[in-house]
């Protein structure tokens, strides 16, 4: 089974987001970065299909030079191989950035033979697009399920089974038809955390570096819509024009008590508030 | 400008989603600003039904496709449906809710089309340019953007809509258009083979009136027995953080904020949680929150309405004695 995992590389914002002065980025020279949640599961799942199942794994990532650490902390938890399309630094809408990914996909599998599975996050957690997998998937014409949470294959190997929670409570199957892509959520595993051994052997593996221009090429990989009235090539956007924090709603906690003492007074709130009677 | 803002309609026993009455809520409001109708397109054999209790939500002209091989969700052929309405109607911007569904399908129609699709927006300004806002961040993070196509395609994010009818209950029943989209082999590839329904027993999480959360402050798995407990007296579910779940102490589906569940209690209690606000995003629709914490300025504080400073491990069994000495049970 031969396996790719697209991930990007986000910000680990904590208790409050700081942007830049010019209202365009959050404000990173006090955070740390990380793969996406969901695709962190994804890259989990791909080498542990890969230990069961043999065959290669490999991760890609869209970003700037620095996301270069993203693609070794999936090689120090057994990804093999990574690609790194580099960007200019600035954003890149989900229209170029699915351009971009299926354009290299085919060349990789041009090369290196085909991707059995293709995993994405069901959506970054930055952007929150809910897209590029799909893009990627329509432009190579393979089918593709997103929010999936549990992969298991069929015996000759040629079908996937995958599962994700219906509307409403309970559980959906999918039977896709080998090469496929998945779109992944957090849950479908629990990502193990990079050995020693594995972050040191990860830091000598080479790092495939694709240079892209300074702003996005345009949507070329896509090729035109099929509604060739509407589209002759893929039209991009959403187009960021700047960030903003929501209002608040809230103001400072009411503090009821300190230490065990306050059980009373939070008991007489339950009650108050109707949760608990006589 | 006029024409037309097409709404998806997703719906289930018989019932259009609520999500989706949000979404049509949310292209009511586009609609008024450019002088366009409504119009609802809804697939597989119940459509005709749900399309009939659309009039009071705006809708004048319902496209339904009554075809069965649509009734089991798959996303390419949903989105072949509605593409081929769209390629015949032309309409201005196409609305659906910000569900998995909503995006999934809106995501296939917008690869196949090749135009541009905003996900989760809260709001739209149409003009030469159309200009929206919409979330990043499960929300904690708001995007203005610029969505400069022939047709718009959005999703709505969920809950920034009322659900209110457009007019009272004497609204007509929109005309019914029934419509015969051309489905490809591939496009029914990827649709529900099985399913699996929902384990019953005990409240679940989604549904909890009150809904008691666990963060590291809890200390281990077993630590979880104290919030059990109090959960239980309450009449309520646990959660936790994501923390909680890394380390295994809970299963991933316990989990609240922007990559687990977002749930909407009458009271949220959350012990030992910092508030990061990927936790919050999903807990902020509670009516109010109760922080049980030892940190005074934790980021929680800002966010909850009341607050015990202190130790969870005495302060919890502390509260669940006092109701079990007061006699107390759950409405
Ligand atoms: C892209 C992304 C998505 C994410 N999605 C989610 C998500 O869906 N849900 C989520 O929860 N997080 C999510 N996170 C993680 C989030 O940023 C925080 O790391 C996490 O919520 C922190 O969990 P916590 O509050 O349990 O732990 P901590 O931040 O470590 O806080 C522990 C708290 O417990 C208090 N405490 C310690 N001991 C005690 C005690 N004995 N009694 C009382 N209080 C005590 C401390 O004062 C502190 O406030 C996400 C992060 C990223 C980057
Ligand atoms: N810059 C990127 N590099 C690699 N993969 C990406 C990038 N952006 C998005 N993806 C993948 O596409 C998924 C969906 O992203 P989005 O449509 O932006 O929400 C993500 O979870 C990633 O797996």
New interface residues.
Partial sequence: MNILVCVKRVPQ?????VLTADGQA?DTRFLGHTIS??EECGVEEAVRIVEKEGGTSAVLTLGPAEAEDQLRDAMAIGIERAILLETQGGEW???ST?GAIAETIEAQEAANGRFDLILFGN?A???????VG??V???L?R?????I?EISFGDDRRVAFAR?E????????????LPAILGV???LN??RYPSVPGRLRAKKKDVERIALGSSPSGAQG?G????A???A??????????????A?E???????????????A??D???R?????? | MSGTVLVFV?H?GGEP?RLSLEALGFARALASKVDAKVDAVLLGSASEGVAEMLGPFGVGLAHVAINPRLDD?A??AWAAAI?ANV?ARSPIAVVVAG???G??V???V???????????VIEVRPGDSW??V??????????????????RLM?VAPHTVAVDPATAGTAPAPTISRFEPELEP?DL??????????KSGGV?L?DA??VVGGGRGVGSAAGFERLEELAA??GGAVGGS?VV??L?WRP??D?IG???LRIAP??YIACGI?????HIVGC?AAK????INTD?E??????????????LS??V???T???RS??????
Avoid: C, F
Wanted: cysteine-free; aromatic content about 4%; proline content about 8%.
């Fill in positions: 914002t904590g208790g409050r987001i959050i949640p969901h809408d989900p229209v699915a959506e957690a930055d952007t929150g697009d809910y897209q799909v893009r998937a329509v432009a014409g089918p593709v399920i997103n929010g949470k994700r219906a509307p409403g409570g309970g559980w959906e199957t999918y039977e896709l038809p959520k957090e849950g629990l990502p896509l035109a819509g099929e509604d009235a509407y589209a090539s893929p039209v991009p956007g959403p187009t960021k024009l700047g960030l903003r924090l929501p608040e809230r103001t400072a906690a009411d503090v009821i008590g300190r230490g065990p003492e306050a059980a009373p939070v008991v709130l339950l009650e508030i109707g949760v608990l009677s006589k | 997703e289930a989603d969700y996303p390419a593409r390629a569900s998995d569904r995006n999934e809106l995501a296939h917008a690869a196949r089309a090749g135009l541009p699709m905003a996900a989760n200009r929206l919409r979330q990043r961040w499960a929300g904690s993070l708001l995007e203005d953007a610029a969505l400069d196509a022939p047709i999703s591939g590839v990827a649709r529900v083979v099985g399913r699996e329904a929902r679940s989604g009136k009150v007296q309450l994501r779940t890394s295994g991933h589906a989990q922007q990559t687990g009458d009271l910092s508030g990061a606000i990927q902020k109010r929150i109760l922080a005074p934790s980021p929680i504080m800002a966010v909850a309405d009341y607050a015990v400073i202190g130790d005495t302060v069994p502390a509260i004695a006092e109701i007061r006699g107390l049970s759950h409405s």
